[in-house]
């Protein structure tokens, strides 16, 4: 089955640096979207970035000029980078991707565990 695995997140201090990684595993055809949602605490989900499989990048106004968003084919790994952490960053982020499988016709919507970023000031 196709699975996305999350690593990093933690207690970080604001301007400091963070990296997460999402490596999806399983029978993989392909890969369309990969992105980088969050929730904070009482607020809904929002789009932090996306990547599309031609390297299209889309980014949330709050995290433009600050947050970089990349992909590893080979490894089927998206990342989330930044080098100046903000206290609003504070929330649970979540892996998202768009991935055919082998035997399906088109892409399904599957989702990572989420991993907890909390960004102290």
């Known amino acids: 089955q196709v699975q996305l695995v999350e690593s990093g997140g933690g207690l970080l201090q604001a301007g400091g640096s963070l990296r997460l990684s999402c490596a999806a595993s399983g029978s993989i055809l392909s890969i369309n979207v990969m992105g980088w949602y969050r929730q904070a605490p009482g607020k809904l989900r929002e789009l932090v970035a996306t990547i599309s499989s031609d390297g299209t990048t889309i980014y949330a106004d709050s995290v433009k000029g600050r947050f970089t968003i990349s992909r590893d084919n080979a490894k089927k790994t998206v990342y989330l980078q930044t080098n100046s952490l903000k206290p609003e960053d504070t929330a649970v982020y979540y892996c998202?991707?768009?991935?055919?499988?082998?035997?399906?016709?088109?892409?399904?919507?599957?989702w990572g565990q989420g991993t907890q970023v909390t960004v102290s000031s």
């Open positions: 998202k991707a768009l991935i055919l499988a082998h035997g399906s016709s088109v892409t399904r919507l599957y």
